[in-house]
């Protein structure tokens, strides 16, 4: 079983995001979303949603699941986007979610796989849940971009960018090369689409003296064109499920992370599994699979 990176009470939004000079960042990966996401569409998860920073971008979908490993970062999302409604708040583990298989048209996760040990794990779980012909829009930092390739050139930095397992920087935190990480997709059953270089201009000097929406103006620009070098700290990828078109639509939402059974019975605060009996609590809109309800 894999780790999981648990942001539970972390105080992630105002640490990493607000006034932390990421604006240029944040900015410019908000254009690539924007390019790579299909336009419209019924059901959408972000997974690893965290407090809802690009909730916006999904406006054209019927429904939006939020989902994350930590409930208090669920809960600065409901504080943002609201209760009910079109949104739907989990919080579960991404390697054992809750749904039924395809269930969603689009799948995303930006900043995410930076955390996750097991790769080959997550993209088939991630393609479980998607419909056939399902688009995956997916964000990676990149072990091989432009300042780690010089570093190694001139000496600077003992670990090789262009060697293809995941470089582990922090405890939990890798960077990953793009060849790896088209073949672990391609392993997982995901035909790849456009890629997008992201965050270019990573440079404190850069950010210093340019405002960060030129910046991501240029970055915009820049995307498509320098994709191929493969030199970006993040890369964003399209990538479509490739899949038979097995299950019949429309059967059930939820399913049990434990037994796998599909029918659950929803009442005010708890699902409750047919299948294993299990009670999964629903604790002010959300909906907790993290861990059964202790009998
Ligand atoms: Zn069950």
Redesign the pocket.
């Known amino acids: 079983m894999a780790e999981v990176c648990d942001y539970e009470g972390s105080s992630y939004r105002t640490d990493f995001w607000e006034g932390q000079g990421r604006e240029y960042e944040h900015l410019a990966e908000r254009i690539a979303l924007r390019k790579l996401l299909p336009s419209a569409g019924a059901r959408l998860v972000e997974i690893g949603a965290g407090f809802g920073r690009l909730v916006d971008l999904y406006d054209s979908y019927r429904q939006v699941v939020l989902l994350d490993y930590s409930k208090s970062m669920l809960r600065q999302a409901q504080d943002r986007w609201g209760r009910g409604g079109k949104y739907i708040y989990v919080a579960a583990d991404l390697y054992a979610m809750p749904f039924v298989d395809s269930l969603f048209d689009t799948t995303v996760t930006v900043r995410v796989l930076h955390h996750v040990q097991n790769i080959p794990a997550a993209f088939q779980e991630i393609q479980r849940v998607l419909k056939p012909g399902g688009v995956y829009v997916l964000e990676y930092a990149n072990k091989r971009h432009l300042k780690a390739v010089l570093r190694y050139l001139l000496g600077r930095q003992s670990w090789s960018p262009f060697a293809p397992e995941p470089y582990e920087f922090v405890e939990l935190n890798y960077d990953f090369l793009p060849a790896w990480m088209q073949a672990r997709l391609r392993e997982a059953g995901f035909a790849i689409g456009p890629e997008l270089a992201v965050s270019s201009f990573r440079l404190p000097f850069l950010k210093r003296l340019v405002s960060p929406r030129s910046l991501a103006a240029l970055d915009g620009l820049l995307q498509g064109p320098t994709a191929s070098l493969k030199l970006a700290p993040s890369v964003f990828v399209q990538a479509k499920a490739e899949k038979e078109n097995a299950q019949a639509e429309g059967r059930g939402f939820f399913r ?1 992370p ?4 599909t029918d ?1 019975i929803e009442a005010e605060e708890a699902l409750t ?6 009670g999964w609590a629903i604790d002010d809109g959300i909906y907790d699979f993290k861990q059964p309800i202790a009998s």
């Open positions: 049990c434990s037994c796998h059974r659950l599994c047919r299948g294993c009996g299990r």
